[in-house]
C-alpha cells in the first residue's frame, strides 16, 4: 500500500510518542518503587524505640529519629511532585498519540477509497 509522505511522518511521530510513554511508565515505576522503600521506612522508623540510624554511603550512623522523619517526608514530597509532573505530561502525550492515531486511520482510509 502507497501512503503519502505527511501519513508516514505522522505514523513516525506516533512511534516517537509511544517510546515517550514507555520511558515515562519505566520512570513512573521506578519513583513508585522508592515511594514505596519510603513509606516501609517511615512504617519501621514509627515502629522503633530505642536508636535509630541512616545510611550514609556505605556506613551506617547513629542519627534523630526526628531528623529522619523530616528526611523521609521531603523525599516522599519530592517523588510524589516528579509522580504527579510525569502523570500530567503523560496524559498531554497520550491525546496527541490518540490525536494522532485518529489523523493517521483516517486518512489512511482516505486513500484507500481514492485508490
Given at each position: 500500500?502507497?501512503i503519502?509522505?505527511?501519513t508516514?511522518?505522522k ?11 514507555q ?6 515505576q521506578?519513583?513508585q518503587?522508592?515511594l514505596?522503600?519510603i ?8 515502629k522503633s524505640k530505642?536508636?535509630?540510624?541512616k ?9 534523630e529519629k526526628?531528623?529522619?522523619?523530616n528526611d ?5 514530597e ?5 509522580i504527579k509532573?510525569?502523570?500530567?505530561q503523560?496524559?498531554k502525550i497520550?491525546e ?13 482510509k482516505d486513500?484507500k477509497?481514492?485508490?
Amino acid at each position: 500500500m502507497n501512503i503519502s509522505k505527511e501519513t508516514e511522518e505522522k505514523i513516525a511521530r506516533l512511534q516517537l510518542l509511544e517510546q515517550n510513554l514507555q520511558n515515562f511508565l519505566m520512570q513512573k515505576q521506578s519513583l513508585q518503587t522508592q515511594l514505596n522503600e519510603i513509606n516501609g521506612a517511615m512504617e519501621e522508623l514509627n515502629k522503633s524505640k530505642g536508636n535509630v540510624y541512616k545510611i550514609v554511603g556505605n556506613i551506617m550512623v547513629v542519627s534523630e529519629k526526628n531528623t529522619l522523619e523530616n528526611d523521609l517526608n521531603s523525599k516522599k514530597e519530592l517523588i510524589e511532585i516528579r509522580i504527579k509532573n510525569l502523570e500530567r505530561q503523560e496524559e498531554k502525550i497520550r491525546e496527541e498519540a490518540v490525536g494522532l492515531q485518529n489523523d493517521v486511520l483516517s486518512k489512511i482510509k482516505d486513500e484507500k477509497r481514492h485508490k
